[in-house]
């Protein structure tokens, strides 16, 4: 069965630095594999996604990750991150068929001024 | 389009009442999906509807969990009688796609506290 491994339950940095929120999935298929963000009392929004395009994929509000087969992982980036980007970050990957998606257990961000 | 619409937002209730949560899905949206999110259990798929029919409820906790989908605007989540391990934020979600390509839009929740 498919699954992720989010590796930080909590990330902590300071505005204007980078940003690196880990993930490593488990699957028998070439997974589509999402990372989806949770503001405080809201619900999930898309953040990006990959399908077997290219690897590295961009999202919004300036974050990026990379699809590595070789390492399993499908780390989060962000060059430098702002006060707003302080969320719950989710790490997903879909069934074969497309039907349910797998969520990680979340790493909370936090943003320092 | 104005997103998923969950009410209520805010659910307090006592210990064997019944709790009815709804659910309007974006227009269009074939698949539509109730989650739970509990700190201790994350976020648990509990069933999921495509074009009304319910698809798989493998995750609905057990026999006082009920959901129905009468039409493509409209869905219903039902807990009878309530418990406080019910306690927790459901989430409805819908989509267009199938998951591995599309967006799973989801609303806003309902935090449900049971006493």
């Known amino acids: 069965a498919q699954s992720v491994t989010q590796l930080d339950s909590h990330v902590s940095v300071s505005e204007g630095t980078p940003v690196l929120l880990r993930c490593n999935y488990s699957?028998?298929?070439?997974?589509?594999l999402f990372w989806y963000v949770q503001h405080p009392n809201k619900g999930l929004q898309l953040l990006l996604k990959y399908t077997s395009a290219a690897t590295l994929v961009k999202g919004i509000n300036g974050f990026e990750a990379e699809f590595k087969k070789s390492e399993t992982s499908f780390h989060l980036t962000k060059p430098s991150a702002h006060m707003s980007d302080a969320a719950e970050y989710f790490c997903?990957?879909?069934?074969?068929?497309?039907?349910?998606?797998?969520f990680g257990a979340g790493t909370i961000l936090r943003v320092k001024s | 389009d104005a997103g998923v619409i969950q009410s209520p937002r805010h659910e307090v209730t006592e210990m064997g009442q019944e709790v009815t949560l709804r659910c309007k899905p974006i227009s269009g949206h074939d698949y539509l999906f109730w989650y739970r999110q509990t700190m201790m259990r994350g976020l648990e798929l509990l069933i999921y509807f495509n074009n009304n029919v319910p698809i798989d409820d493998s995750g609905m906790p057990e026999d006082r969990f009920s959901a129905k989908m009468p039409n493509a605007s409209f869905s219903t989540l039902k807990i009878q009688p309530s418990e406080p391990r019910d306690s927790a934020v459901y989430f409805c979600?819908?989509?267009?796609?199938?998951?591995?390509?599309?967006?799973?839009?989801f609303g806003e929740g309902s935090r449900l506290t049971v006493l």
């Open positions: 979600a819908s989509s267009f796609w199938r998951l591995n390509t599309g967006e799973l839009f």
């Open positions: 997903v990957v879909s069934d074969r068929e497309g039907n349910k998606l797998v």
């Open positions: 699957s028998s298929y070439s997974p589509s």
